[in-house]
């Protein structure tokens, strides 16, 4: 797409002077309607309930003015338009620690989205894993705040470099799939304040513009009307001056929310519209709300229209273009995890005549969920396909669960196996009711003459299906001592325990996007190391997460979940938060820590002892005095990923705001005095790391 011509380097008065005029000539029911989405479900059934077919309106937009409207799409994974380019899910990427790659990725998304008529991107999801059960736990990061801060504010700024604004989602304590539209989630101010919101200040301290509101209630209101979390939180603490917008359909309820601080109700004005501005006639609702509204939708979209874009013009062209293929690859090899390795990879090229390929999963496209998130890329690598490529057909030999005793033959007659198993959209994403036809299998809408199956949602199991199970061990006994890998697409933890000891090596790979299967060619030959960390914690129990319950209609978080919780608990996780193994050997020294006004200053030295070149992520840890109030065991306070040749040192740095190391207390931030410990760890449970005392 070619943008229209548009003023060029508007000052923040003109453009204030401009939002002035425009919110004086418009009249009670023009202001209202640029307060919600337009057209959202006309659209979806003229495209046969095929989800992100066409970009959606999603406020703004006041003709008679010349007010331009915010163009929607969705995408964590990609944007989610026409056939754009497919990086590995939000998960996988968040295991490379890769805050530049990620930056990058968010660049692409920029210029895919601008080249595809939308200026308004969905793609910043970072609610925290609480549980691995959750089933859009692929479209988040991870189960840390830190982590979730910094791969968020590359993505945000990335996307943002092109003109296109960037909304954090979804605002907040979304976490369970099933019941979403109406869990209520009881927190203290603790929990909410250091565990589940600081990630979100901190993408909106670096400037990401817009903020979608969750379904879920918070102690017994719903997020997107809820005036503390909207207005004394959002815009009163943290100075937030961007818009907010409901997510879509089910997200507003009552007219009441533009009050508490919702600036948009998408996708059509249900709860609003007529009823928001009869309210205002009745004197319900004040006038200034409504303006207030407008000024911050109409500041922050005329700011980025007046702002020059980096490229001259944005053809579709530019979508999936092969910079943007290249880079999905780099993603999918830097984001796989190597949980376990008794030295079968990386498997010999010379010597490995015949490879067995078995698993359903090995030959389906399988990028995450069907749902909003969904990416239609030109093309899909599978890893059946992937291995073909870098083998030959001819070296391959295949089988999957539906037969057992094809497989086991295959592995027999094979110098190694490889098994891909984990999971799909029927088993977790999004949740989609049967009746619902987001294209979610290529099923033309005249087909849905019944309900179809319902699909994703939250999971029912951390392990592995049954049939799978199966698999790996008749490929085990039948391989007979060689080299069996097994290879995890999933979105998050996958119980290993009834099945590892019976494999050499384990990969989890994740949902890889578009060129998975030739990442995973690479990196079980050996071409590149594996150098992705979990970022997540996988137990050896489902007992050691804390509750869930995908029905419930009323649930507490607290301060505990993944590898703080563990830690506390004193039980040693199968894989803690940050582990990844690699091909190459790695050394760290010489830790320091000092204080530096309101920021810590860290470094470690880090050394490959290896023969090959990799990458390495550094964890930089803190342990409080916690004498005060009761605090995580370690908390996570940076991260740095390096790039290293065999023999080659680096010194590795991290600036580290004072404020990750405070805890909540009435409405306040303190730090406790006293000795923090500072951990160069290799993950959270790590019984040996680096320390280095910094007293504060």
């Not at 002077?17 to 009670?28: F, G, K, N, P």
């Not at 859009?136 to 830190?146: K, L, S």
């Not at 960037?166 to 976490?175: F, I, Y």
């Not at 501005?277 to 004040?286: F, K, L």
């Amino acid at each position: 797409m070619t943008d229209p011509a548009r003023p060029s380097g508007d000052s923040p008065d003109s453009i204030a002077r401009e939002v002035d005029r425009i919110l004086a000539e418009a009249t009670l029911a023009e202001k209202v309607a640029m307060m919600s989405g337009k057209g959202f479900f006309k659209a979806f059934a003229a495209d046969g309930r095929i989800w992100a077919a066409r970009p959606y309106r999603a406020g703004g937009g006041l003709d008679r003015l010349g007010v331009p409207a915010l163009w929607f799409t969705d995408g964590p994974r990609g944007v989610a338009r026409g056939q754009s380019t497919c990086f590995p899910c939000t998960m996988a990427r968040g295991a490379s620690f890769d805050v530049a790659l990620e930056r990058r990725i968010g660049e692409v998304m920029g210029i895919e989205t601008r080249a595809q008529g939308c200026n308004l991107s969905g793609a910043v999801c970072v609610n925290l894993l609480r549980h691995p059960a959750w089933g859009r736990a692929q479209e988040t990061y991870g189960e840390d705040p830190v982590h979730l801060a910094e791969m968020g504010i590359a993505l945000g700024t990335g996307i943002q470099a092109h003109n296109v604004i960037a909304t954090v989602k979804h605002l907040a304590l979304n976490s369970i799939e099933n019941s979403r539209f109406r869990v209520d989630v009881q927190i203290d101010e603790r929990a909410l304040h250091e565990v589940y919101l600081p990630h979100f200040r901190e993408i909106l301290g670096a400037g990401i513009k817009s903020v979608m509101s969750a379904y879920n209630k918070m102690n017994g209101e719903y997020c997107g009307q809820h005036r503390q979390l909207l207005t004394d939180i959002l815009r009163g603490e943290w100075g937030f001056a961007g818009f907010v917008h409901s997510d879509w359909v089910m997200g507003v309820y009552q007219p009441y929310g533009a009050a508490a601080g919702l600036d948009i109700e998408n996708p059509e004005p249900r709860a609003w519209g007529d009823k928001l501005r009869a309210a205002v006639e009745a004197g319900t609702i004040e006038p200034a709300v409504i303006d207030t509204a407008c000024r911050r939708i109409l500041t922050t979209l005329l700011r980025v229209e007046a702002a020059e874009a980096p490229l001259p013009d944005y053809p579709e062209s530019l979508v999936s273009a092969p910079a943007h293929v290249a880079l999905a690859l780099e993603a999918a090899e830097k984001s796989a995890v190597l949980l376990e390795n008794d030295g079968a990879l990386p498997l010999d090229r010379v010597a490995l005549r015949k490879l067995a390929v078995l698993g359903r999963l090995a030959v389906l496209e399988n990028t995450g969920d069907f749902g909003s998130s969904r990416v239609r890329a030109r093309q899909v690598i599978t890893p059946l396909a992937g291995l073909v490529e870098a083998l030959g057909a001819d070296a391959i030999l295949t089988g999957d669960e539906n037969d057992l005793a094809a497989a086991a033959t295959a592995a027999a007659a094979a110098d190694a196996v490889v098994i891909v198993v984990g999971t799909t959209a029927d088993e977790e994403g999004e949740y989609i009711p049967g009746d619902l036809n987001l294209g979610q299998g290529g099923e033309a809408p005249a087909q849905l003459t019944a309900k179809a199956r319902d699909r994703g949602g939250d999971r029912a199991d951390l392990r592995l299906p049954p049939p799978q199970v199966d698999l790996i061990k008749a490929a085990a006994r039948a391989a007979a001592g060689k080299p069996v890998i097994v290879v995890i697409v999933s979105g998050s933890a996958i119980m290993v325990e009834e099945w590892r000891s019976d494999v050499s090596a384990i990969l989890q790979s994740f949902y890889a996007g578009m060129a998975g299967g030739r990442a995973l060619a690479r990196l079980l030959l050996g071409d590149v190391s594996p150098s992705g960390r979990l970022p997540f914690s996988v137990a050896r129990d489902a007992s050691h997460y804390p509750h869930f319950d995908a029905v419930a209609d009323s649930i507490v978080y607290d301060l505990w979940h993944g590898y703080p919780k563990l830690l506390r608990d004193a039980v040693s996780p199968r894989y803690g938060f940050g582990h990844g193994l690699s091909y190459a050997r790695f050394d760290r020294r010489a830790l320091r820590a000092e204080r530096a006004g309101d920021t810590l200053r860290l470094s470690v030295a880090v050394r490959n002892d290896g023969t090959m070149a990799a990458g390495h992520v550094v964890l930089f840890f803190a342990e409080a005095p916690a004498r005060m109030v009761e605090r995580w065991p370690r908390k996570l306070i940076a991260f740095a990923r390096v790039d290293l040749q065999p023999d080659e040192t680096r010194i590795v740095t991290a600036q580290v705001p004072i404020s990750r190391l405070q805890y909540r207390d009435g409405g306040r931030w303190l730090l406790e005095p006293g000795d923090y410990h500072i951990l160069s760890a290799t993950d959270a449970a790590d019984p040996a790391p680096l320390i280095a005392t910094l007293r504060l």
